[in-house]
């Protein structure tokens, strides 16, 4: 029975069992579903193609001994396997195959293979999303079939084209515009286009990255008054909305009065995903009148965890994968100690306040084992013995990678790419993720210029930066279309003294990590001249 | 009596019936609404056939009654629709309730809304006309309609939570529609004379016990008790003889006949008694409890077909037998976790179908259901948490089982699935049932697999865990009962000098071999044959339906297994482990169960006498001989010790030692004569010396005494035959020697000494031995006896054959006597 059958013939605190069951358990029962399901994806995925490749034929009693045998990997350890796309070599058939980009900068792709118990795991968990986004309070929820649903994410082959095809196959839902037509549409024109349906029968979900949403609904009262029903007959609106239409432009027109969203829609769930979105939550529940569910999914982890109905810190689904997580003093050790293979604990060994960097072993045939996601996350509350799971909040991405608003990924090696092909002299760079003043995230780029090359030319920060945000462009397939869609460019240059980079080597007798590094470090860089003098 | 009368008094009876089963009926909210509601309605029923009746106090009194009856009923009507639908009352509904249920009381004083009605005389018939009716009745009215919208917006609530309850509570609906319809026709002029409200009344009483019925809230087959029996059958005679007094004894009261028709009274009065108890007795009770009965008589025959059971298969067997006959199961199956692993195979089902498949349940579930005794549906076991974490192929292979109930039975050992007839639903009873069965099969199965676990280990060498002798010996038995046509194989493996390599590399180093050993045996017999440990170092294989040439085969990969045994130890090289191997094949190479034993052993001794580390496949006759050994010399350095043992026979008793020597020369020559080979000539020669060793032990004044023997010295006499044995099981490697001396003295009809065995049974040396050693005994001149005839002793020898003598050896000794009589003289 789907979804829709569900919700005619049971009640509501059994549909929620069976979908937000995972709300329901304490630790100790979510650690035995880790263990149980963990058995299972070490005895196919230790019988598979891919497993021999990587163990050889060894065999593993316990899923304690494969976590001591089985060494970390990450994608590079996959890639050539899973670009073949030769399902003999995977744990269970795959159904289909989402994909990425891999690394930003080089321009190739990463894929991962989904098997069908994978998808259905996925599929019942974004349903449980779906139902919480809607809810206050445990056994209550809204969500019927034909509810309106604008969605602001990428198509299949990307994991965030997953959602409708299977909330599709669990209850009937009117897309804006509806799917067909929007594959054959941008990504802004689609969101355009949703936006305009919505403004005429109004809109129950709403479900985008959060960098995104942020943009568009920003944007929305200057939206709002240009757009006019020149194109459209007022007879094509509900009555209801072309009154609250029609008020809040009067209201505009009359005392200036910003019109929010809110203003106009009545959402009933709102979802958003990617990174970054803490800096835009805020914000955007002010513009919706409800707050936004933050979602955590990623193409290799799949669907992993969700915020509760009390919008207080993620919770992870039990079934999606086995989470280990490596602590800071770890991940220190590691970079520390060449050939260092980091220890991992398990989620009742976390400690509340700590920060960790996640690994993931795919349930239900996934291929992915041990697996390096390259994410963040905090634990907020790990309460052993309680019949609630750990809260846990997405940090960032590691530090050796910098995303902005989920789309793009900054690598030291893509980087070095941007400025070898831009010509760019220099005799060092550095580049972070910083906040605006407004509390929005943004690239900066430090770049120390060799002598001759700013002697021989113009250069000043903006040559530079649109060189630079050229090339990232060309490049980055990704970080074009944040700037796209964003409509924001967040790429910030700075240029240091000569000679900033040999004075902080030459006084702190070390070299500066180049992707995002300490924030005192950049301010030691940055006055280290100034000191001397 | 008025059809209004009579509508009347079938509803209140009906009411007091269904509350006289309150006294008995299980208590909870829901019966404890349903039977006030049953009370009120009953209340409101009988003031109205009251008042229409002009009963005492009058009918202003019950008119007063059938009012509070008639407002208490549709408060009660509405408490007990919001228990079955399970919503609370909210305490606004409590106050409207409370306040219908004052309103009636208030209205005794003045007829505050509604007068009491005025009695019109309409050509003999009473009416009662409501002519004063106040604007106040609006009052009740609007209340009542205030309570009932309240129920239905909660009603609402409830049907936007959960969709699914209002399909089951269409009945209530139906029945409360009705009620209310009722109440609304009465005003009308054609039902005037025609209680409509009180048959809706009834009929909606009717729905409402349906549906609890239906919901196994409510069980009548407590109604069909003895005691219930006697009260309707006397409530329903006493109606009966009234209605007699009515029409013929009150016309006759005065009459002469008042006697006779008050016999009449009587007879009638007892013979509805009579009539309605067999009734209910024959047809009542047995329809009512038909499935309690069925239940009950098949849970009888369960539990006696079980209790003593110590064979899980036959209870298994049972319960499937059990389940297979209720018409709401269509197929019912029994799996059996495989030791050690998360799958059970399917052991025994209703349909074949499903046998031998195999399905693959989790700790996780089998946790849950080893916890919960009793039947789950697999859909209410799909919903659960732990579920959540079942592996794929769990779940796939109970989908693809496709069966809707599951049971774990002792600890999840044994899993019963259930599958339903489609579109058939258990009830609480059925499920009371099948967990009754499955308790007791429980229990049973528990106490079985105990002792099969008991008798198991009982039957397993603790060393090696192969099977002990004692398993062998059963199994042997078994394996002859039905070998008519297929052969058995038997392999007797001797482990060569293992007492030495105890000496030299210590117990535990044995120890170690000889489990190496049970294994290697144990795998190249596996899916063949079964091993068992036959002695210390001695393995025995039986090899049902298997020849000579593939035993043989199986043999070599044994030995050649058991040669590179010990040769790479990672401490010091120990000495090659060699086994003397016997092997022997029925019907092949031997003509009994017995024999066939024989044979192998015989084999080892041969493969040992010549020189150890070989194998042999014995055959006792001639022809069979298969092995390359020199038999010449195989007892060779027993026939000094033979003969030592034969010279002090002579010393203590020359006529034995003649005796002796004569049986050997007889059966040396009955031996050749039925061809058997040259091995068990030459054991059957040695035999014969030896067979009365043990009279060295018999005094010489029994011995020799002239005359015939008292029954005391005679049981002395016999005592020579496990003297005999004494003295050669003592002996050096003699020992092949015992089956023949023991059973010499043994009759064919089995009514010799000391075993008292027959046939068969005996060996077959030891049936030559007993022939011969009778014939020379007839023969000799004793001092308590004279010499025989040869004829005379052949005609004694063939009136013997078959009872004292083996009948096909008294033919072949007949022949040999024939041909060989001038020698023998």
Known sequence: ?533 | MSIQEYISSFAMLFYLFILLLYVKSEKNQLLNSFFLMIGSLFVWTSGSFLMRGLANPGYIFWFHISLLGLFLSIISIYNFLMDYVGIKKTIFEMILMGILILLPLVNIEDGWFIKSPVMVNDHGNIIMIYEDISELILIPICLGLLLALSGMIRIGKKYKEDKKFISQSKPIFLGIAFFVLGNLLVVLPIFKSFPIDILFGLVNAIILIYALIRKDVLNFTFIASDANGYFVSVLLSIIIANRYIGRHIIETINTENLQSQLTMLLVIFLSSLIFIQLIWKKIVIPVVKHEAIYFNECLNEFSAKVAYNLNTNSIIHEVIEVFSQLEFIELVSFGKRVTSTNYYEIIESSKFTLNNKTIMINNGTQEFLGANHGLVGIHELMNLILYKSAWEEEKLQLRTLQMDYIAGINYTQFLLFIKVIQGKKFKIRDLEFLNSILSIADVSLRNAVMYEKVYLESRIDELTGIYNRKMFYEKYDEAFISQEISTTGLVLINIDDFKLFNQLYGVQNGDSILKEIAEIIRIETENKGMVFRYSGKEFIILLPSLDVYSSKQIVEQIKSKMNKLGLYSSDFQHRTITASIGISVYPLGASSKNELLQNVEMAVHQVKKNGKNGVMVFDTYEKGITEDLDYSKVYENYSATVCALTAAIDAKDHYTFNHSNNVAEYAVKLAKEIKLNNVVVEIVRQASLLHDIGKISIPENILNKPGALTDSEYEIMKRHVEASIEIIRHLPDLDYLIPAVIGHHERYDGKGYPRKISGENIPLTARILCICDAYDAMKSKRVYKEEISNEKIISIIKKESGRHFDPILVEAFINVLETSVTEFD
């Not at chain 1, 039990?318 to 100690?337: G, L, Q, V």
């Not at chain 1, 980055?476 to 279309?481: E, G, L, V």
Request: glycine letters at 6%; aromatic letters at 12%; proline letters at 4%.
């Open chain 1, 1 to 533: 029975m789907n979804l829709e059958n569900i919700l005619k013939h049971k009640s509501k605190s059994e549909v929620w069992n069976e979908y937000c069951w995972f709300l329901n358990i304490g630790i100790e029962e979510f650690m035995d579903i880790q263990f149980r399901l963990m058995e299972e994806q070490m005895n196919i995925w230790l019988k598979s193609g891919i497993g021999k490749i990587f163990l050889n034929d060894k065999q593993f009693v316990s899923v304690n001994e494969f976590r001591e045998k089985m060494p970390l990997t990450r994608y590079d350890d996959y890639a050539t396997l899973l670009e073949s796309k030769d399902p003999r070599l995977l744990p269970s058939e795959p159904i289909l195959w989402i994909q990425t980009t891999r690394d930003g900068a080089r321009g190739t792709n990463k894929y991962a293979p989904y098997s069908k118990g994978m998808l259905e795991t996925f599929q019942k968990n974004a349903i449980a999303c779906l139902l919480i986004s809607t809810s206050n309070d445990k056994n209550s929820f809204d969500v019927k079939a034909g509810d309106k649903v604008l969605y602001a994410l990428a198509p299949l082959p990307y994991a965030t084209g997953l959602m409708p095809v299977l909330f599709g196959n669990e209850i009937h839902l009117e897309y804006l515009p509806d799917v067909k037509t929007a594959q054959s549409m941008g990504f802004r024109e689609r969101n355009k286009e949703g936006f305009k349906l919505a403004l005429k029968s109004n809109v129950d979900f709403l479900f985008g990255l959060g960098s995104v949403v942020y943009s568009i609904s920003q944007d929305f009262t200057s939206y709002l008054m240009n757009s006019s029903s020149k194109n459209s007959s007022v007879f094509s609106f509900k009555p209801s909305m072309l009154y609250k239409m029609l008020n809040a432009k009067r209201k505009n027109k009359k005392n200036g009065t910003q019109i929010y969203p809110k203003d106009i829609f009545d959402l009933k769930g709102f979802m958003i995903a990617g990174t970054d979105n803490k800096y835009y939550k805020d914000e955007l529940e002010k513009m919706w009148g409800i707050r936004p569910l933050e979602l955590f999914a990623g193409t290799e982890p799949t669907l992993i965890g969700t915020e509760t109905n009390s919008r207080n810190g993620l919770v992870f689904f039990p079934d999606a994968c086995f989470y280990e997580f490596i602590s800071i003093d770890e991940r220190e050790k590691e970079s520390n100690t060449y050939g260092y293979s980091p220890k991992t604990v398990l989620f009742n060994e976390l400690t509340e306040g700590e920060i960790y960097e996640i690994v993931i072993s795919v349930f239900k045939g996934g291929a992915f084992v041990r697996y390096r996601v390259g994410d963040l996350y905090k634990c907020l509350s790990n309460p052993i013995g309680k019949q609630t799971l750990p809260k846990m909040e997405y940090i960032d991405r590691v530090t050796d990678v910098i995303d902005i608003g989920g789309f793009t990924r900054i690598t030291c090696e893509g980087v070095e790419e941007i400025l070898t092909l831009s010509g760019i002299r220099y005799e060092g760079w550095i580049i972070s993720k910083e906040l605006s003043e407004s509390g929005k995230p943004f690239l900066h780029l430090y770049l120390e210029l060799k002598k001759d090359y700013s002697t021989s030319r113009i250069v000043n920060r903006e040559i530079l930066k649109t060189i630079v945000s050229v090339f990232l462009k060309f490049i980055d397939q990704d970080y074009d279309n944040l700037k796209k869609i964003t409509g924001v460019d967040p790429l910030h240059v700075s240029i240091l003294q000569i000679g900033s980079f040999d004075a902080y080597s030459s006084k702190f007798k070390r070299n500066l990590r180049k992707i995002n590094p300490a924030r005192m470090d950049i301010e030691n860089l940055l006055n280290i001249l100034k000191d001397r003098r």
